[in-house]
């Protein structure tokens, strides 16, 4: 992009006259920051219709998330021109840290709707087709503060900033239809920028509107009542994002969202197929479709629905859905495999649930055996089933997590078609996690091997025979990293993190088989073990955590209430704060993100085996030259394989242990053997810490009591886990624990989301 820096700052303050009424010497941030990205967006329209305009089979991308963060420094930075208007700011005595306030676009929970967004980008840089389809919730995921230690949620305005990076587009409204209502969809076009190479893909997102314009003399006749609730009604299908991650709510309105997405996102391209000329049934031909989870599924039903409106017979209609749709399994959790009463869908859509039970019968004709392959059963839907039934390709996003889907999870449809499956290991954008997060660490590597690596992540790997000139470079952009997420903390927690402390962190959204509490515990471990002289020479270490829980999710809320009063404890222990901190960073998002990965010494990545499907968190980590503390699950143990175990810390029962031992796990005796783990766990009981609301207590009985306690082997892998842990905490500092962090750095090529994206344009999508 051809960056001229007069042309920039007049377009600039011409659009501060015309829009705001303002000038350089009078604009607000908020001003100065619709301006720029206006301007911006000026100078990348003719890239946009250029791209659009290219005529050539593309993948949408369905997706009820997308996790983009702060767009204004990731897409100068993609267009190579963040350093140009960075300067051309400083000229005007403006500096571009100023937008640091911008609100994050949280449209996401998590790892999910990250990993579409990380998607998007490596795709534009790829120069692949991809458009993603979603929803612009009004309020994305609730911003978290703490009051007492508990979590409170509140909602989070992400608009309130403006949103100068969207295009609404009323000219491609469409109307969705429910059995009780119709709503307008109205998307809005967000580019997608490719890594300096002229590539403007669209994140097209949905916002409901009411059909008609409020009626306002029906309204005065007091006709009007239910006209108003129409409308009402209408605006509220894309009002919020539901806070879940890997569990299932049944909401009637989380069905209008997902139908909403759908039925919008098909009707667009069905328009477009036909204005330019196509015939329906070459569908394929022109599109192929990604269902990033079961959430948009019930687009298979309604594209049915849709081509059958169009005169053409059911089963030319599945051939084709079955040639188009290919569907994403983020999860092996049985409360997050959603199902949907039958009624529900069959009130609310009854031509969709016509379809879904088309598709049923269809199955049952082909002589399948019922008690293994069903869509509808006991007046339920399976909705992933009814992904791997209708469509060409179903994928896991870790190895490890896909022999688990062909072994279990969908056996018998693995084992009737085989060559649906296939893997494809989860990836980040190194734009945003290194470029961009950390330009010390980015530019110290571009001074040894060049910048090739900033769209071809596998040259990091030319790093390794210059590992040991680079340490002394390292561990000082390691050092001044920590320093300023001290100081961010500081002001933003108002903790204090001595920067010399190892960083030991961990960030993901709360969630009991994540097993923060086995890490709380740990720390809890280590602070008995300093006051009573049992572990001594206690390395200083701050433990840092960072998560969101699902505000229903009282077993989560618990976890946090626990580690904000194992913090309160120990920052003010005079004696122990010398050696330990700990702190709860509030509202953990993808900005905070940014700074925490740069500056992490420990990356804590210790799901039960079996149950993190992949992880991306712990690729942010590596990829900025971070160990692993982890378990063999999800793409740790593809870590493990390209940078070698012995330069990870592993702990833990394995995937086959864990099936072992949950057949005669009995926590109460790993308790009974282990004085320290008891006194630590006991805290949760014994009146240690303020517990009004009895929830500490509640989450001791899932360890101990009831039936079936500790379905997350905390206990089981406690020892395991503090063995290792103080192991590496004592090897922090050596030379030799430097040299692990940069050979996992240079080692993380296969992690980046290009790779991922080019998996998916090869194997499933067949788009070039
Ligand atoms: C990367 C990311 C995640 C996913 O983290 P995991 O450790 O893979 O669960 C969640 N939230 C945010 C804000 C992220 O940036």
Redesign the pocket.
Known sequence: MKFEREVFLKETEGILASEYACDFSTAGKKELYNAVSKAVMRMVYPDWKATREKERKRCAYFSAEF?M?RAIFNNLLDLGILDEVSSALSSIKEDIDLFEEVEDAALG???LG?LAACYLESAATKNLPLDGYGIRYRYGLFRQTFENGYQHEEGDDWLRWGDPWSVKREEDAVVVTFADQKVLAVPYDMPVFGYKNGVVNTLRLWSSEPVRPFDFNAFNEMKGESKAQDNFNATKITDVLYPNDNTMVGKILRLRQQYFLASASLQDILKKLKAAGKPLSALSSFYTFQLNDTHPVIAIPELLRLLEGEGMPFEEAFRIASQCFNFTNHTIMAEALEKWDSLAIADLLPEVYEEIAACQRRLESEGADPAKFYIIRDNTVHMANLAIYVSAKVNGVAEIHTNILKRETFRDWYERSPEKFVNITNG?TPRRWLLLNNPALAALIDSKIGDGWHTDLKELKKLKPLIPELLPDFKRIKSENKKKLSEYIKMHDGVEIPPEFIFDVQ???LHEY?RQLLNALSVLYFYFGIKDGTVKNFPPTAFLFGAKAAPGYFLAKAVIKFINEIAALVNSDEEVSKYMRVVFVAN???S??EKIVCAADVSE?ISMAGM?A?????M?FMLNGTVTLGTLDGANVEICEEAGRANNYIFGATVEEVEAVKRFYCPREIVEQNPALKRALGTLADGTFEDGTGMLSKLYESIVGGHSPDRYLVLYDFADYIRVKEGLLRDYGSDEYFKKCLINLASAGKFSADRSVSDYARLVWKIK
């Open positions: 996790l963060g929970n998590g790892g990250r980040i960030v993901k959204r994540k953990y998002n993808v905070y993100a990545q993190e992949s992880g991306t968190g712990n942010k």
